[in-house]
């Protein structure tokens, strides 16, 4: 007889990569090349250095009562160092180059301008005229 997970509220099932679904929340942008840009707009803000040590860095909880704990209970107490994370310049370095990467790459692509609009006819209509093979798959 197969057996039926049964989750409580607090629980909620969601499927491995199906992804989430979101709405979009479109902040004003204060540089100029992101502006008017959907893509851009709806990213996080770009973050200053104490906003990222913030995000990324994680300490095991720590309470002096736990001292007086059993020793088993403690051996797991330490085992939380595990979770630690402290933040290094290299992760800093890391964030602003992806955060700048990413910008960078929907500039081009912002499909509000007049130039990215073109370029994707131009090549929906290269594939269009290629036609297709006898699968009906496109050639181009």
């Known amino acids: 007889m197969a057996r039926k997970l049964v989750f409580e509220n607090k629980y909620q099932y969601i499927p491995s990569l199906v992804g989430e ?15 008017d840009n959907p893509f851009i707009e709806s990213l996080p803000p770009i ?6 040590i913030s995000k990324i860095a994680k300490y ?5 009562e736990q001292r007086k704990l059993g020793k088993q ?18 992760h800093i370095l890391i964030e602003q180059r992806l955060s700048r990467l990413i910008r ?23 594939i269009l005229d290629a036609g297709v093979d006898s699968s009906g798959l496109n050639i181009a």
């Open 47 to 52: 973050f200053e250095d104490h906003q990222v």
């Open 73 to 90: 209970t403690r051996l797991h107490l330490v085992q939380q160092i595990s979770d630690y994370v402290e933040p290094l310049q290299s």
């Open 21 to 35: 679904q979101v709405e979009a929340v479109y902040a004003e942008q204060v540089i100029g090349g992101y502006k």
């Open 104 to 126: 960078h790459g929907y500039k081009a692509r912002n499909p509000l301008a007049r130039e990215s609009i073109r370029q994707f006819h131009i090549g929906f209509n290269e």
């Open 60 to 64: 095991p909880d720590y309470n002096e």
